[in-house]
């Protein structure tokens, strides 16, 4: 088992570019998150997805969108990227009692 | 807002002692977890104390959990180089959500 994976691990963009993050799990949990991390802090929500089909806002949702495409698989998409979006962007997934397991992150940096 | 907040943010400790770590929190909890995470990686669950639990154990992890005062610890025993990293806890509620506090950044020194 992979667990969960995320793509691309690292991505500069300039100011106003869009771009997706994918994420994907094969533990067949039922639920799935975005976060980012910032230097100094935990992590901050800013969507998940608690089964196929639902999606709901987190902590910081705004500038983002998220697709849960299937069961495995959750996006985030960034429209018009801005510099306050550089950060580390972590996806995970979550057993029934509410473990997460989570991905390796994306490192992005937004000039 | 962060629900979890960690207490100290960083402590530095000899290879084969003990680090303690502590976690408050403000509103209630269905669980309170605590996870690691390495250096440029992701985070690790370690481990999870329900609500009406006070203590748990998982190898040299050991974790209690007092609702009266909203707070819960963190001890590692024995300590070993592949210790340091930073812990966190995390505030579990109904809905499967977590709220992260900051974070306590352990170095094990040899």
């Known amino acids: 088992n992979a667990g969960v994976t995320q793509t691309p691990k690292f991505q500069v963009l300039k100011t106003g570019q869009s771009m997706t993050l994918q994420c994907a799990q094969d533990?067949?949990?039922?639920?799935m998150y975005w976060y980012r991390q910032d230097p100094g802090m935990g992590l901050r929500l800013i969507y998940y997805?608690?089964?196929?089909?639902?999606?709901d806002k987190g902590e910081v949702p705004n500038g983002y969108n998220v697709s849960r495409l299937n069961k495995r698989e959750f996006s985030l998409r960034l429209e018009s990227a801005a510099p306050s979006q550089t950060s580390v962007y972590f996806c995970?997934?979550?057993?029934?009692?509410?473990?997460?397991?989570f991905g390796p992150g994306t490192r992005l940096t937004v000039l | 807002s962060q629900q979890g907040e960690e207490d100290p943010q960083a402590l530095s400790i000899q290879e084969g002692e003990n680090a303690t770590m502590n976690c408050s929190y403000k509103?209630?909890?269905?669980?309170l977890q605590w996870y690691r995470q390495n250096s440029g990686r992701g985070l690790v669950h370690l481990i999870l104390?329900?609500?009406?639990?006070r203590e748990k154990h998982s190898g040299r992890l050991r974790v209690t959990l007092d609702t009266s005062k909203k707070s819960s610890s963190l001890l590692i025993t024995a300590s070993r180089a592949a210790d340091t990293a930073s812990y966190f806890c995390?505030?579990?509620?109904?809905?499967?959500?977590?709220?992260f506090g900051a974070g306590t950044t352990v170095t094990v020194r040899a």
């Open positions: 995970a997934s979550s057993t029934e009692v509410g473990e997460q397991f």
């Open positions: 533990m067949n949990h039922n639920s």
């Open positions: 997805s608690a089964s196929e089909g639902t999606t």
């Open positions: 509103t209630s909890i269905n669980n």
């Open positions: 104390i329900r609500s009406n639990e």
């Open positions: 995390a505030r579990g509620s109904n809905d499967y959500k977590l709220s």
